[in-house]
């Protein structure tokens, strides 16, 4: 993914009442703004407002069946999510783990230079 | 309240003024973090990172030795970086034992100014292991839904 479709990544999934609509939308498959709108405590404006953003970012999908347009969420997209949010621990992982590695070797350093054994002033 | 995207820990086994020494001077971050730190450790100060060609600024917000630090980023966009529009870093030092220390980190962001407190706590209770199982929770129900 690059830098700016990763950003759009995040900030669809930042909102918390975009995280209620995907939560809605995995759990109920392929559903309505209006069917969405009955299930959130935000106003069928801003569902709306929220699927565009949604769909924007690649998690969700329409089709039009009817007059209905029918919302899901596009699993690729969000496994894709899943494992970028999973690489992000993992490069935390190795920062500590270099970090512990760093400080760990500056503390037996540290303890080295204060034997007694040590010659003063040499 | 921040929207917690991650949080990971690690137990070292160094006293907690060792490793706060490694995470806050910019010549060891550079070891660790950026490929270039420039930052005084003071709160509120303005500093910079660089990561290979690409860079941004740093404003130090916590700075409580040895147990307390943190700082907001918002690589790659290049804003000044305030709360709604960049990423908290924080880091938090337990020590444990003789010359044993617990670092956690956690990175968290784009505050929700405009949404109702009750309904942010909701969301943060509920998504407390952060973004990365938030996500593995929704593509399990929905793999389970599929194949139901």
């Given at each position: ?13 930042a909102?918390?009442?975009r995280?209620?609509?995907l ?7 392929e559903?309505?703004?209006s ?10 404006q ?31 997209r969000l ?17 500590l783990a ?6 760990e070797?500056a503390?037996a350093?540290?303890?080295k230079?204060e034997?007694p ?6 | ?6 949080e ?11 490793v ?14 950026a490929?270039?730190v420039?930052?005084v450790v ?5 500093g910079?990172?660089?990561f ?5 600024p740093?404003?130090?917000e ?7 630090f943190?700082f907001?980023?918002n690589h ?24 044993r ?9 784009h ?5 109702p ?6 969301y ?10 938030y ?14």
């Open positions: 993914m690059t830098a700016q479709a990763d950003d759009e990544l995040w900030s669809a999934i909102d918390p009442s995280r209620r609509v939560d809605l939308l995995v759990n109920h498959g559903v309505s703004a069917w969405l709108a009955g299930h959130v405590s935000f106003s069928r801003a569902v709306s407002k929220h699927l565009a953003v949604l769909e924007q970012a690649g998690l969700v999908s329409r089709r039009k069946q009817g007059r209905e347009v029918l919302y899901q969420v596009q699993a690729g496994d894709q999510a899943a494992r970028a949010m999973a690489d992000l621990a993992a490069q935390w992982d190795r920062r270099t970090i512990k590695r760093l400080a070797a503390h350093e540290a303890k230079s034997r054994s040590t010659p003063v002033g040499s | 309240m921040a929207d917690l995207v991650i990971r820990e690690v137990l070292i086994e160094a006293p907690a003024e060792v706060w020494r490694t995470i806050t001077e910019p010549d060891q971050m550079s070891q660790w973090f490929d270039r420039e930052l003071e709160p509120g100060a303005h910079y990172m660089q290979g060609d690409q860079g941004g740093v404003v130090v916590a700075v409580d030795p040895p147990a307390r943190s907001r980023w790659p966009r290049g804003e000044e970086p305030v709360a709604g529009n960049s990423m908290l870093v924080e880091f938090t030092l337990t020590p444990e034992g003789h010359e220390t617990r670092l956690r980190v956690s990175e968290s962001g505050e929700l100014r405009d949404w407190d009750a309904e942010k706590q909701r943060a209770d509920e998504h407390q292991g952060g973004w990365a199982e996500l593995d929770r929704l593509v399990s129900v929905l793999a389970k839904r599929r194949s139901g």
